[in-house]
């Protein structure tokens, strides 16, 4: 059974800083794609960030040179560290893999319960 647990989230000053984690049970990241999402009330969910198994990583532009997604093979651990923050970046975030479980040989879409981060103006 794949797990992600996401952790970090909470109530920041605008300019503030905050590190999200998601930690993976029952699939192995560093041969799937992490991604990180949000969704403030009454919009749609968007991908903020992703890193693939190449580490090679994307952003939206809005969070660009504010935003860093990296993972921790060893602790099967993605974080997306959050600087400068500002109000317009309060919402839930999600952690979501994409890739197959550990005893599954299919493909399946994987989210976490999603971890609320509010900034404050």
């Known amino acids: 059974q794949v797990q992600l647990v996401e952790s970090g989230g909470g109530l920041v000053q605008a300019g503030g800083s905050l590190r999200l984690s998601c930690v993976g049970s029952g699939i192995t990241f560093k041969i799937n794609a992490i991604s990180w999402h949000r969704q403030a009330p009454g919009k749609q969910r968007e991908l903020v960030a992703s890193i693939d198994s190449g580490d090679n990583t994307n952003y939206v532009d809005s969070v660009k040179g504010r935003f860093i997604i990296s993972r921790d093979n060893a602790k099967n651990t993605v974080t997306l560290q959050m600087n400068s923050l500002k109000p317009e970046d309060t919402a839930v975030y999600y952690c979501?893999?994409?890739?197959?479980?550990?005893?599954?040989?299919?493909?399946?879409?994987?989210w976490g319960q999603g971890t609320q981060v509010t900034v404050s103006s």
């Open positions: 979501c893999v994409v890739g197959r479980p550990d005893v599954s040989p299919y493909t399946s879409q994987y």
